[in-house]
Nanobody, 121 residues
């Protein structure tokens, strides 16, 4: 069994910064893509950023230059550093990871429970 646990959400003023973390734990053989999605009230869940094992990162256009995704493959942690936050960034942020469990030959996609980010104007 694999679990993803996010931390670091909260309330911040516009223009501020916030760091999110996502720790994967359990029977992990290898972690492939790790990413962050977000879902605002009444909106569909959308990709914010993702990063491969080779450290190739991809970002949603609206966060380019403001957000940075990174990962630690020893600790199986993904990070999202968010700068210059805007009220439009307010959402529940979800971590996702493609994980190959021990004893499996394929990976599965796992999701965290989500963490709330609120940006006040």
């Amino acid at each position: 069994q694999v679990q993803l646990v996010e931390s670091g959400g909260g309330l911040v003023q516009a223009g501020g910064s916030l760091d999110l973390s996502c720790a994967a734990s359990g029977s992990i053989f290898r972690v492939y893509m790790m990413g962050w999605y977000r879902q605002a009230p009444g909106q569909q869940r959308e990709l914010v950023a993702q990063i491969t094992r080779g450290l190739v990162a991809d970002y949603q256009d609206s966060v380019k230059g403001r957000f940075t995704i990174s990962r630690d493959d020893v600790l199986h942690i993904a990070y999202l550093h968010m700068n210059s936050l805007e009220p439009e960034d307010t959402a529940v942020y979800y971590c996702t990871a493609d994980v190959q469990p021990i004893g499996s030959e394929v990976y599965q996609t796992y999701w965290g429970q989500g963490t709330q980010v609120t940006v006040s104007s």
